[in-house]
């Protein structure tokens, strides 16, 4: 539900998407070498509401002014001017404008191409601290350039800056290299009982500083992170093989399948069977 009041600039990478929305806006073919499906920039006010049920691809948000809600990691949050949202594919997520107030933000949605190295890896944020403003004028300005002449030398300039916004966000280079190591190795590890002490003692750091570390870096506490890596990898092994829903829940570290179910549906959106069969009912 868009509504009447939200105003969007919309560039896609193809005409095979018919939705509404999306219809006579303007194509750029560029996009398809970073995989990108459509990019835009958005004034919402409400009752503008987005629901994806089952996101195929890496959807990125950048906020420059007002503020709005987002639905990740099973609860909402608070998404205002100068922070980026970083969501993987496969999830449920939402997003609501609030009643009063403009909401104005930037978008890349990237298309699901698992043969190749995914946007989203374990040290990647998913909410965090991001100046939007490099980012709006970036998709302005290819929206600018592929509704008039479209030169090719300044469509692909347009492009290489969108996507390079999205990655200096997914991979940070203040990355506290401590946490990348740690990440890397409890997403290695699923299985085991993970706690904060332990995940403090292997970063070299207090369980407070690493709270604020990953707060501040990622977006998440601690153990929110673990529960992440558990969850995502559970809806791959649900997704791509015919391991029983028991096995699965013992891989990603779980013993009582109910409890596992019922933390797959809150941060995934749907119980792990209808994940696996596709029958999603919409909620």
């Known amino acids: 539900m868009l509504g009447s009041r939200t105003r969007q600039e919309v560039v896609r990478v193809d005409t095979q998407d018919a939705r509404p929305w999306l219809r006579g806006t303007p194509v750029c073919s560029a996009l398809a070498q970073h995989r990108i499906a459509h990019v835009g920039v958005c004034a919402a006010r409400a009752p503008y509401r987005i629901v994806r049920v089952k996101q195929s691809g890496a959807y990125f948000m950048g906020c420059f002014a007002g503020q709005g809600r987002i639905l990740i990691d099973g609860r909402w949050q608070v998404c205002r001017a100068g922070t980026a949202c970083l969501l993987p594919p496969g999830t449920l997520n939402a997003f609501h404008a609030v009643p009063g107030e403009s909401w104005e933000f930037a978008w890349v949605r990237y298309r699901a191409e698992p043969e190749l190295k995914p946007l989203v890896t374990v040290s990647s944020p998913v909410l965090a601290k991001f100046g939007a403003e490099p980012l709006r004028a970036a998709v302005l300005g290819l929206y600018a350039e592929c509704s008039g002449e479209a030169q090719p030398s300044a469509v692909h300039h347009w492009t290489e800056l969108i996507h390079g916004y999205v990655r200096r966000f997914a991979s940070p280079w203040t990355m506290d290299e401590r946490l990348s190591q740690l990440w890397e190795k409890v997403a290695g590890q699923l299985d085991h009982e993970w706690t904060l002490e332990e995940l403090a003692r292997m970063a070299h750091v207090s369980t407070e500083h690493l709270r604020r570390l990953c707060l501040h870096q990622l977006g998440r506490t601690p153990m929110r992170q673990v529960t992440f890596l558990r969850m995502r990898r559970?809806?791959?092994?649900?997704?791509?093989?015919?391991?029983?829903?028991?096995?699965?829940?013992?891989?990603?570290?779980?013993?009582?399948?109910?409890?596992?179910?019922?933390?797959?549906?809150?941060?995934?959106g749907w119980r792990p069977s209808a994940h696996r069969s596709g029958n999603i009912t919409r909620r």
Do not use: C
């Open 234 to 268: 559970a809806a791959e092994l649900l997704s791509s093989t015919d391991e029983k829903i028991e096995s699965i829940t013992r891989a990603v570290g779980y013993q009582n399948p109910f409890v596992f179910s019922t933390t797959f549906k809150k941060w995934i």
